[in-house]
């Protein structure tokens, strides 16, 4: 048979175009179209067809690589994983089709988080540009930061009841196959249930993570804010200490780490940070990464010195080893923004000479230029904070203008491959007069040589 292959062709040809040196998400796209029409497409595809394109508009926006405007992937996205959903699978089908049932759930709940944090960040941009300050306009404000607090914990909410429902999947999936192995050892040899152990552990941890952003629409007073958070960071230290030989123990600790960071433990939670910090392999980067950014918002919240300098070493060192996609990735475009805002921090809490002050404008100001219009609530913060250091001007503000240097260095390079053709358009004219000088023919004009000459 064409498709009894241990992997199938379609697989191979979906992870050919998503690979991280091509990304051809909308090849991808047409390739699915045109199979789901072909009357040869493969039952194991038809039946999950909404899933892999969704998986598509999804993966797009993740790497930073989307065909479409960004909402426009969430909302297709979105609109697909419903569809698949709504052809739950039977219960004979559970173990083949509980994975892609519980990342169509998680995905959707992530969606959902998304959604939750952009409410949250405009109520932050909105106070950050806010500079005039009066008792009607403070009202006002107050009322929409309200509202969209209450907007963010609504999405958070119903992103919880999805996450409970794929863990719901995972669990049932994962005590299924463990009663099918005799023994500990088949166990610990099958694959399959290493993987149904780390989507119920996965399961577990977005549960969390939904109950952390709820507590966080609350104000730090509320008791609400506090013993939410309580309760969220004893769950992730569980989970980190009960789950020990899996390496989802790590994301355990990073989240343990941000529920005390906003508790207001810094001691607990650098505590957790250094040892995530000891991490090497490639496959802990993203924890890295997060790591990374919970350190610079907690020495920027700290504001001393020590603390400012200690963070500038970090994003130094990180701009110097960090891969180019982990530096596009949403977590480094905020690190970019939290290194502007720590150079920029730095030269009000010390007293520098002239030559450092604009030394440190100048390092805040690169790194605000480099976060990308993609992320369109980083990219107007970072505007923002360009507009206030005067390093724009107020009728700039409402779009993101590539830096001076960039626009030279892009003209550089023009005027020197223009250079560079008409030193090859001489040399080719030298030769036909050479060549017409020994041989007495005359000499033909550029534009009369044929194709076979336009490349020499």
């Known amino acids: 048979m064409l498709y009894s292959q241990e992997v199938e062709p379609w697989k191979k040809m979906l992870e050919g175009f998503k690979a991280p040196e091509r990304h051809y998400f909308d090849t991808a796209l047409d390739y699915l179209d045109w199979m789901n029409k072909s009357p040869n497409c493969p039952p194991s595809l038809k039946k999950q067809i909404d899933f892999q394109?969704?998986?598509?508009?999804?993966?797009?926006?993740?790497?930073?690589?989307?065909?479409?405007?960004?909402?426009?992937?969430?909302?297709?996205?979105?609109?697909?994983?419903?569809?698949?959903?709504?052809?739950?699978?039977?219960?004979?089908q559970a173990e083949q089709d509980g994975e892609?049932?519980?990342?169509?759930?998680?995905?959707?709940?992530?969606?959902?988080m998304e959604k939750g944090r952009e409410a949250l960040l405009r109520t932050e941009f909105d106070a950050l540009s806010d500079s005039t300050p009066n008792s009607v306009s403070d009202s006002a404000s107050d009322d929409a930061a309200q509202a969209r607090r209450l907007e963010a914990r609504s999405e958070f909410q119903k992103a919880l009841a999805y996450f409970e429902e794929a863990d719901e999947w995972a669990t049932t999936q994962a005590k299924q196959l463990r009663e099918k192995r005799r023994?500990?050892?088949?166990?610990?040899?099958?694959?399959?249930?290493?993987?149904?152990?780390?989507?119920?552990?996965?399961?577990?941890?977005?549960?969390?993570?939904?109950?952390?952003?709820?507590?966080?629409?609350?104000?730090?007073?509320?008791?609400?804010?506090?013993?939410?958070?309580?309760?969220?960071?004893?769950?992730?230290?569980?989970?980190?200490?009960?789950?020990?030989?899996?390496?989802?123990?790590?994301?355990?600790?990073?989240?343990?780490?941000?529920?005390?960071?906003?508790?207001?433990?810094?001691?607990?939670?650098?505590?957790?940070?250094?040892?995530?910090?000891?991490?090497?392999?490639?496959?802990?980067?993203?924890?890295?990464?997060?790591?990374?950014?919970?350190?610079?918002?907690?020495?920027?919240?700290?504001?001393?010195?020590?603390?400012?300098r200690d963070?500038?070493?970090?994003?130094?060192?990180?701009?110097?080893?960090?891969?180019?996609?982990?530096?596009i990735s949403r977590v480094g475009q905020e690190i970019l923004l939290l290194g502007a805002k720590t150079f920029l921090a730095y030269t009000g809490s010390v007293k520098l000479k002239r030559d450092e002050h604009n030394q440190a404008i100048q390092d805040a100001t690169a790194l605000l230029r480099r976060v990308q219009p993609n992320f369109p609530n980083l990219a107007r913060e970072a505007t923002e904070l360009l507009r206030i250091s005067g390093q724009i001007r107020q009728k700039q503000a409402g779009k993101f203008c590539p830096s001076r240097g960039i626009r030279r260095r892009r003209m550089a390079k023009i005027r020197h491959?223009?250079?560079?053709?008409?030193?090859?358009?001489?040399?080719?004219?030298?030769?036909?007069e050479k060549a017409a000088w020994r041989t007495g023919r005359p000499v033909r004009k550029f534009s009369e040589l044929g194709p076979q000459h336009a490349g020499r």
């Open 183 to 308: 023994t500990d050892k088949e166990a610990v040899q099958d694959a399959a249930l290493r993987a149904a152990y780390g989507r119920f552990l996965t399961g577990k941890i977005l549960i969390q993570l939904a109950r952390s952003e709820i507590a966080k629409t609350y104000p730090k007073d509320a008791e609400e804010f506090r013993t939410g958070l309580e309760v969220v960071a004893e769950a992730f230290s569980k989970m980190a200490s009960t789950y020990g030989a899996f390496p989802a123990r790590f994301e355990a600790k990073l989240h343990a780490a941000k529920a005390y960071r906003d508790l207001g433990d810094f001691q607990t939670a650098r505590s957790l940070l250094g040892e995530l910090n000891m991490l090497r392999d490639n496959e802990f980067l993203n924890i890295r990464s997060e790591s990374l950014k919970m350190a610079l918002e907690m020495n920027l919240a700290d504001g001393e010195p020590a603390s400012l």
């Open 417 to 432: 491959s223009l250079r560079k053709i008409s030193a090859r358009i001489s040399r080719q004219a030298g030769r036909m």
């Open 311 to 327: 963070s500038i070493s970090r994003i130094r060192g990180w701009e110097e080893n960090a891969p180019a996609a982990s530096k």
């Open 100 to 112: 892609l049932v519980f990342e169509a759930l998680s995905t959707l709940g992530r969606l959902l």
């Open 53 to 92: 394109i969704a998986m598509l508009h999804r993966d797009a926006v993740e790497q930073n690589a989307p065909f479409l405007p960004r909402g426009e992937h969430t909302k297709r996205c979105r609109e697909l994983l419903e569809k698949f959903l709504s052809t739950e699978p039977d219960t004979e």
